[in-house]
């Protein structure tokens, strides 16, 4: 059965950092690229940061490039997105995504609010 478990949301104060991770299983995860997207009230789903199968490449939204970093351990099948100086824009849901061609599976999500 593939599942993606995300966590690592909550609540956090304008500057602040949260680190979301996104354990997976059910499949060959390393065969996969990763990438995470998040949803904000009354917004389209947005692609925030993919990296591929083996980690060598990243790309990020403009929106947060400098800020967010996705990583991945093939090892633990867990990806991740460290998120550094948080600000109220970036309260969404986040969702991290396995991609292989065209088969995609998706995680649950987690809520992260940024306000003080």
């Known amino acids: 059965q593939v599942q993606l478990v995300e966590s690592g949301g909550g609540l956090v104060q304008p500057g602040g950092s949260l680190r979301l991770s996104c354990a997976a299983s059910?499949?060959?995860?390393?065969?996969?690229?990763m990438s995470w997207y998040r949803q904000a009230p009354g917004k389209e789903r947005e692609l925030v940061a993919a990296i591929t199968n083996n980690g060598d490449s990243t790309n990020y939204a403009d929106s947060v490039k400098g800020r967010f970093t996705i990583s991945r351990d093939n090892a633990k099948n867990t990806a991740y997105l460290q998120m550094n100086s948080l600000n109220p824009e970036d309260t969404a849901v986040y969702y991290c995504?396995?991609?292989?061609?065209?088969?995609?599976?998706w995680g649950q999500g987690t809520q992260v609010t940024v306000s003080s």
């Open positions: 995504k396995a991609r292989l061609i065209t088969s995609d599976y």
């Open positions: 059910g499949f060959t995860f390393s065969r996969y690229a």
